[in-house]
């Protein structure tokens, strides 16, 4: 994937997580007691499904966002030794 | 003449089967010895070993506690489904989001430099040994209540499914099990297996006991909602008999709603969390726990949250007695609707397995912090042997159980309640966090600042709400959730906010650190 593009998605994934915040207010159904699929009322499919788009989200956010360098970062350095016992 | 008969006893069969899980338990801990390889970073982050689905697991099963299950549907059976939206959606998308932007990048500055505890980390970005020491028992003070919150929700539970199992023994609790008696059974059995296998032993302890509670979670949801005549016939139940449980008007406020956001940042702030982090194999073992971490989520919560309102429904037509504490609802929905004897006791399990998963984790990780940011900065790194580190880890974790033990048999608070305590301080003190990573030009004295300015503003909401319990100088308790808001508001908004301001505002008042120390922490790379 080029840079320009990967760049663009990223702002797209973090768009879709600010996006999520606001939808989490749903004040729409706040007093709204119609039951889904005859046993999830409605405020509660609502968040149940949020919380699907959420792993979907976050999926994108793996496939898009994710810091490449980082795991190079945190290998090309050898500690000193370090910590001790207990617990 | 006739002659007064007590009751029969409940069958024993769902304590039998709790007693073979806590034993089976009890030999994973010593079996996960078999891997241990006998260093100190073994048995403090698994030589960080752990791949995708055990870090899932582990830190999902962390997350969850008795919050999760006993406290969700306690919460939903007083405040109805909103419940699910201010901690279920909130965490989905927050959790990972903190996963995303603060787990990994904790995990490789901790590979990086070796480090263990969260206060190495902090001492040496912000070059301050006294910040460590301040550190140290704000993070203790705050993990025991939420250790609190575990043992009371085990002992709650247990109360409610071992109900008329002992009338002789226990008769001034209906012959339920005392919570007391639960406390130490459970407190004993976690500190063996950690005390055993320290990190390895909780992560493997954490992904059987998590996926226990997940299958666990469900088959309860199934079973009562086949005892209720189906899930349609149950949730039309709530329509016409706590119909208010069915929605948010009249229960939960709007700025409450929108506020509980700030809840969920306490993760970023876990001491026990950052342990489990630095146990992952590679970056890439955080993608699937970033991914699936807000879907765990919902089907241990969602099940809880029906079985919640289904209770409410129940109560009211007169078909479920009123629990005398809300946090035994699970337990009583669970003994009342579960036809058998042995699903009730897996059941039982399923639920203390959510509650041990996250004690073993706190546990493990109080004595590390001991160990490695108290014993060894004052007394050096020789002064002790390898195994007297060792046993002043596990004294200081013994004496930490010991008072929190003590407290819980007081039951001093309703469990959710005194998490969300418990959140708020964690989540006061991820500015810290954040600034550490990703601002260069924070400063010793701005995280110095921001410690202090929460204590202080967590010390003042936390007292004008246990003191003046109804309505105090900052704000009150609201009459229809009793949650203590302050203008309708979590106070956890503003103390995030004072914290967010003292930390900016006296690091740009003060020189910023080396450019060794930012030059150490910064990837030039900027990824």
Redesign the interface.
């Known amino acids: 994937m080029s840079a320009p593009h990967r760049t663009g998605m990223v702002w797209v994934v973090w768009g879709l997580v600010a996006a999520l915040a606001v939808l989490h207010q749903d004040l729409w159904y706040w007093a709204d007691t119609t039951l889904i699929l005859g046993c999830l009322p409605a405020g509660l499919f609502y968040h149940a499904a949020f919380s699907l788009a959420c792993g979907i989200v976050w999926a994108l956010a793996v496939r898009f966002a994710w810091p490449t360098h980082i795991e190079e970062w945190a290998d090309e350095f050898e500690p000193p030794s370090k910590g001790g016992s207990g617990s | 003449m006739i002659l007064a008969q007590s009751p029969p006893a409940a069958s024993l069969t769902p304590l039998v089967v709790i007693g073979v899980y806590l034993a089976l338990l009890l030999f994973l801990g010593v079996f996960s010895t078999r891997f241990f390889r006998g260093t100190?970073?073994d048995?403090?982050v698994a030589s960080r070993s752990i791949g995708p689905f055990m870090l899932l697991m582990s830190v999902f099963g962390t997350t969850m506690t008795a919050f999760a299950l006993v406290g969700s549907t306690a919460k939903s059976f007083d405040l109805g489904?909103?419940v699910?939206?201010l901690m279920?959606?909130?965490s989905?998308?927050v959790h990972?989001?903190v996963f995303?932007l603060i787990g990994?990048?904790l995990?490789?500055?901790g590979?990086?430099?070796?480090?263990?505890t969260q206060i190495?980390y902090f001492r040496d970005r912000f070059e301050s040994r006294a910040l460590g020491y301040l550190l140290f028992p704000i993070l203790v003070l705050l993990v025991m209540p939420y250790l609190l919150v575990g043992l009371l929700g085990a002992g709650s539970f247990i109360t409610g499914v071992s109900r008329g199992m002992f009338p002789e023994a226990f008769a001034a609790t209906n012959g339920s099990i005392p919570p007391w008696l639960t406390g130490l059974v459970i407190c004993a059995v976690v500190l063996f297996y950690?005390?055993f296998g320290?990190v390895r032993s909780t992560a493997w302890a954490n992904t059987f006991q998590t996926i226990v509670f997940m299958i666990m979670g469900v088959v309860a949801f199934i079973m009562i909602s086949n005892a209720l005549g189906?899930?349609?016939a149950?949730?039309?139940a709530?329509?016409e008999h706590a119909?208010t449980r069915?929605?948010?008007?009249g229960m939960i406020g709007?700025a409450q709603?929108?506020t509980y956001?700030f809840i969920p940042l306490s993760v970023g702030m876990f001491p026990h969390l950052f342990q489990h982090w630095l146990t992952a194999r590679?970056?890439?073992s955080f993608?699937l726990t970033?991914?699936?971490?807000?879907?765990c989520?919902?089907i241990v919560w969602?099940p809880c949250?029906?079985i919640g309102?289904w209770a409410a429904a129940m109560v009211a037509s007169g078909d479920l007695r009123a629990p005398s504490n809300s946090n035994a609802v699970l337990g009583l929905m669970v003994n009342r609707y579960v036809d058998s004897n042995l699903l009730t006791g897996l059941l039982g399990a399923g639920v203390l397995a959510a509650i041990m998963s996250s004690l073993d984790s706190q546990?493990?990780?109080?004595?590390?912090m001991?160990?490695?940011d108290i014993?060894?900065p004052l007394a050096g790194?020789d002064r002790f042997t390898?195994?007297q580190?060792?046993w002043?880890?596990?004294g200081f974790?013994i004496a930490v159980v010991a008072v929190t033990y003590t407290v819980s048999i007081y039951n001093p608070a309703h469990v959710f309640d005194l998490g969300v305590w418990c959140f708020t301080g964690f989540a006061a003190l991820f500015p810290l966090v954040f600034a550490a990573i990703y601002w260069r030009r924070t400063t010793r004295a701005g995280a110095i600042a921001c410690v202090v300015t929460t204590v202080v503003a967590w010390s003042l909401f936390f007292a004008d709400a246990m003191i003046f319990t109804e309505r105090g100088y900052l704000g009150q308790k609201d009459p229809g959730t009793d949650e203590y808001l302050v203008q309708g508001v979590m106070a956890v908004t503003f103390i995030v906010a004072a914290s967010i301001i003292a930390l900016v505002g006296v690091s740009l008042m003060t020189r910023p650190p080396s450019q060794a120390t930012m030059d150490k922490f910064f990837?030039p790379?900027g990824?």
């Open positions: 100190s970073n048995y403090f489904i909103g699910y939206g279920a959606s909130w989905g998308l990972a989001a995303f990994i990048r995990w490789a500055v590979k990086r430099y070796g480090y263990i190495q950690v005390f320290g189906g899930a349609k149950a949730s039309q709530v329509l119909p069915a929605a948010r008007e709007k709603f929108l956001m590679s970056a890439k993608r970033v991914i699936a971490h807000p879907i989520i919902m969602l949250i029906l309102i546990f493990v990780c109080i004595g590390s001991f160990t490695n014993v060894i790194r390898d195994r580190k060792l002043l880890g596990r974790v990837d790379r990824d």
